[in-house]
């Protein structure tokens, strides 16, 4: 059964830095792209960063240059380091896991087959 687990979610600061870690089991980590998406109220839910089975790395232009997506496969856990936070960043995050390469891009309403639960990150002005 495929589980996908996000911690490290929290309240900051703008300005300020947090990191998310989704431990993912139940499927053959290596061989999947993995991506963090987002979800404020109201809103639908939009791509954030994708990191392919291959390496390659994609961001949305919102978080380029202040995100980084990385991922450790001997853990089988992947990380969003998130800096300069930004009120608008507050939203639900997910982690998210998809087989399929060409599906790997983070857009919104992407349809990555496996979601976590997600994680509250809130950014106060």
């Known amino acids: 059964q495929v589980q996908l687990v996000e911690s490290g979610g929290g309240s900051v600061q703008a300005g300020g830095s947090l990191r998310l870690s989704c431990v993912a089991s139940?499927?053959?980590?290596?061989?999947?792209?993995m991506g963090w998406f987002r979800q404020a109220p109201g809103k639908e839910r939009e791509g954030v960063a994708t990191?392919?089975?291959?390496?390659?790395?994609a961001y949305a232009d919102s978080v380029k240059g202040r995100f980084t997506i990385s991922k450790d496969s001997a853990k089988n856990t992947l990380y969003l380091q998130m800096n300069s936070l930004k009120p608008e960043d507050t939203a639900m995050y997910y982690c998210?896991?998809?087989?399929?390469?060409?599906?790997?891009?983070?857009?919104?309403?992407?349809?990555?087959?496996?979601w976590g639960q997600g994680a509250q990150v809130t950014v106060s002005s």
């Open positions: 998210a896991a998809e087989p399929w390469s060409l599906l790997c891009k983070p857009i919104t309403g992407a349809p990555f087959q496996h």
């Open positions: 990191i392919d089975s291959d390496g390659s790395l």
């Open positions: 139940g499927f053959i980590y290596s061989t999947y792209c």
